[in-house]
Nanobody, 124 residues
Framework: QVQPVESGGGLVQAGGSLRLSCAGS????????MAWFRQAPGKEREFVAG????????LYADFAEGRFTISRDHAKNTVYLQMNSLKPEDTAVYYC?????????????????WGQGTQVTVSS
C-alpha cells in the first residue's frame, strides 16, 4: 500500500529537540496538503501542524505554536517536523498524513493517506 513513511522519533529529555521526517516512498505527495498528528495512550489522535501543497501556508495547534516547525522539500518529496523545547506531555506516536484537500489539512476526517507512525518519548 502506498503511504508516507515517518522516521526520526526516539527518546529525548525534556527541553531537547527532535526532527521528524516523512518521506514519500513510492508516493509523490507534491500536490497534497500534508500534516502531522499525534496520539498519546488513551487519547484521541490530534492535529499538530499542517502545511499546504506549496509550502507557503502553515497552521499549528496551540500547544505546538512557537515550539514546532513544519516544512517541506519538494525536491526530496519530504515533509519535516522540527520539535524544540519538548515536554513530557509531547510523548505520543506521531503520524504523517496526506490529503487532496485544498488549503491546510487539520482534521483526521480529510486524511487520504496515513503513515505508520513514529514514537516520540520525552523524559522528565
Amino acid at each position: 500500500q502506498v503511504q508516507p513513511v515517518e522516521s526520526g522519533g526516539g527518546l529525548v529529555q525534556a527541553g531537547g529537540s527532535l526532527r521528524l521526517s516523512c518521506a514519500g516512498s513510492r508516493f509523490d505527495f507534491t500536490n497534497y496538503a500534508m500534516a502531522w498528528f499525534r496520539q498519546a495512550p488513551g487519547k484521541e489522535r490530534e492535529f499538530v501542524a499542517g502545511i499546504n501543497y506549496s509550502g507557503a501556508t502553515t497552521l499549528y495547534a496551540d500547544f505546538a505554536e512557537g515550539r514546532f516547525t513544519i516544512s517541506r522539500d519538494h525536491a526530496k518529496n519530504t515533509v519535516y517536523l522540527q520539535m524544540n523545547s519538548l515536554k513530557p506531555e509531547d510523548t505520543a506516536v506521531y503520524y504523517c498524513a496526506a490529503s487532496v484537500t485544498p488549503g491546510i489539512l487539520s482534521t483526521t476526517s480529510r486524511v487520504n493517506h496515513w503513515g505508520q507512525g513514529t514514537q516520540v518519548t520525552v523524559s522528565s
